[in-house]
């Protein structure tokens, strides 16, 4: 009997140390839309610092502070909110499926941007290109002339023998 007792107590102290509840929400919980925010902001800076933390630190951003000064908040009450939507799993779920919404769309108009500087890009090389492609000033044939050949042909036959037209006297 006693030990039924003993196994039903700890039994029953398990269950209240569990919490069927989940955590309690917490007086300063972020909301979901600063949670989206915050999160975007959390990958994209995880993302930045694994590509050049150096030059992050030379401009004076602490990437391990930086969303939770520009938010306000500090790691505890980042933390407190973070297990309360983990635990409501369907808020927790509308709130990673709008982060990866957004992260998607960004990536899309970044590639997009992308896309557009390189097509601006050749179009600039190209225009330089064409811009050295200047004709040749002595190019005979392409430039008009008002002596055309055959005039010039019959002004030289016509002066043949003579090395210079003398001036007429008066």
Sequence with gaps: MMKRLL????????????????????????????????????RLMGSATFIDKQKMLEHGIKPENYVFEKYGIDSLQFASSNAYYAYHIKEYEEIYNTVTDSLERLKKTLNELKLKEEKEEKKRVQDSIDALKVKDSLDINKIKDSLTTGTLKKQIKKDEGALINPVSYK
């Excluded at 039994?11 to 909301?31: M, T, Y």
């Design 7 to 42: 196994i039903s107590l700890t039994v029953i102290f398990l269950v209240a140390a569990c919490g069927f509840g989940g955590p309690e929400k917490p007086k300063n919980l972020i909301s979901k839309e600063t949670m989206v925010n915050i999160l975007i902001d959390a």
